[in-house]
């Protein structure tokens, strides 16, 4: 299997608009792997995306990506959601469309029941976008219950227990096995097919107790509920016996540079950090 990482930044990408700090001038200056795109992952062998936040079209542009047969959805939060539009993008023909001629090959569009429901909910006065693509022929729209298996791969939707519908993602070819957390994902849901997997790659964390402008979260500080620490990404690591692990959705709140995380890496075995354009192959 071939993944990569389009976009490794958090709800705010880096560098952010207007931000004279450290980390954004670099970012600004060289590009990736210093800035990051919004939290998006391209699955090669399916040509399948998954989520779109709003500066998809760039990421897909800048990976050179040449096909989208399928995307999946993680949560309906606006930092996965709002580049909806790129159905348009991926699919929309205009003069074709005003000959009568729909897209042959509409892109499949998953998610679970709970998460496509928050998906109808992105609407406007004339209803949900998702309807308005789907009745131009752009895309198609499927519920998985539990797993999905396409072309000798199988992706299981493993729920988070929260309130909010959030799935985490298992991919599973030829026996090898990457997990797809992005956000949303504390608690850590069980499931079964988490064990052993090859790559975990995780969002939801905060990296380090000291951030941005020098805020220390202590004990107490209301992230620890909210976010993964790294002592509970290294947790999970070891609970599910898993090989390797991926941070991503990096906040440019964590007040890190690209070679700050490279620096960091050094004290954990097998943990890494993610980066716009991170090719990882198993
Ligand atoms: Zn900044
Ligand atoms: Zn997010």
Known sequence: MKFQILGSGGCVSTPKPLCGCGVCKEAREKGTPYSRCGCSLYFYDLNLL????????????????????HILYSHWDPDHTMGIRVMEHLRLEW???YEGIIPENPVILFADPGVMNDLNLIRNRQGAFLNYYENLGLIKRFEVMDSIDIAGVRITLVSVPKRKAVSVFAFEKDGRKLIYAPCDCRPFPYDIVFYNADVLIIGNTFVGDVLKNGKIIDKDHPLRSELHSMEDVLAIKDRFNIKRVIVTHIEEDW??????????????????FAYDGLVIEL
């Not at 998954?50 to 047969?69: C, M």
């Open 95 to 97: 003069l074709s469309y």
């Open 50 to 69: 998954v989520d779109t936040p709003e500066d998809i079209g760039v990421a897909l542009n800048r990976a050179d990506i040449k096909a989208v047969d």
């Open 255 to 272: 007040g890190k540079s690209f070679d700050d995380y490279k620096e960091l890496e050094k004290e954990y075995e097998n943990v890494t």
